[in-house]
């Protein structure tokens, strides 16, 4: 059986939060982002429209396997806020995602714990509100029918998707119709097997390329 590979998930949207520590106003901001360059583009924006604020404290990880990240304490004490906010992405296993976390000073010193505990809460409760996008490995596989039969099948792989992991993709229409499954490597030779079923043996699915796709996470 083939073992699909483990690869970290996303968010789906923005998302935003606020936090008030001891008057102290904590503004937190998660992204998706495409490339630390996208990610650089998301901090500009936030100093651009909160330019009044004290600190725009940054973490973000970024790569497929999430092997690229970067934090900034942008002039909090060092280690207080951006590598808190990295920890927060981190435990949860996220990348290709940028978290700022803005503050608007209060007037009351917070202490390196306490800035620590904020900058970590801020991280953690803005991505609580995140909808989460896994990735995996998927098999493109098509399978060609007569036009008359397109409907029959179409249902088939719907149901069939529902409950193996697939995800549905393209339906083309030339001489005959082709019907399109993204299909997770380790359910292939379940899919073949159904379709002959089906079929009687007279289908056959055609596997094609792999890919890694983004597939909505349940909440």
Same mark, same amino acid.
């Given at each position: 059986? &083939?073992?699909?590979? $483990? ?11 606020? !936090? ?8 937190? *901001?998660?992204? %998706?982002?495409?490339? %630390? ?11 651009? $429209? ?14 497929? *396997? ?19 906010? *990295? /920890? ?6 996220? &990348?290709?995602?940028? @978290? ?9 010193? !917070? ?6 505990? +904020? ?12 909808? *989460?996008?896994?990735? /995996? ?7 060609? @029918? ?9 249902? !088939? ?10 995800? !549905?993709?393209? $339906? ?5 119709? /082709? ?12 899919? $073949?097997?159904?379709?002959?079923? +089906? ?8 596997? /094609? ?11």
């Amino acid at each position: 059986m &083939t073992i699909a590979r $483990q690869y970290p998930a996303t968010i789906a949207a923005p998302v935003e939060h606020e !936090l008030v520590i001891k008057k102290s106003r904590f503004l937190g *901001l998660a992204h %998706p982002v495409a490339s %630390p360059e996208d990610a650089e583009a998301v901090i500009a924006r936030v100093k651009k $429209q909160a330019w009044d604020a004290r600190h725009h404290c940054v973490a973000m990880v970024t790569g497929l *396997l999430g092997d690229q990240a970067r934090s900034s304490d942008d002039g909090e004490p060092s280690g207080t806020a951006g590598m808190p906010i *990295l /920890e927060v992405i981190r435990r949860r296993e996220l &990348t290709d995602v940028v @978290v700022v976390v803005t503050r608007y000073f209060g007037g009351v010193k !917070l202490g390196a714990g306490g800035l620590v505990r +904020a900058y970590s809460s801020a991280a953690s409760e803005t991505l609580d509100l995140a909808s *989460l996008v896994r990735r /995996e490995t998927l098999t493109r596989a098509t399978l060609v @029918v007569p036009h008359a039969e397109a409907g029959r099948y179409d249902n !088939l792989l719907r149901d069939w998707a529902g409950s193996h992991g697939a995800t !549905l993709g393209d $339906q083309t229409y030339g001489a005959q119709a /082709e019907l399109e499954l993204w299909v997770p490597p380790a359910e292939l030779e379940r899919l $073949q097997a159904d379709v002959a079923s +089906a079929s009687n043996g007279s289908l056959a699915v055609i596997v /094609e390329e792999e890919r890694v796709v983004d597939v909505p996470a349940p909440r």
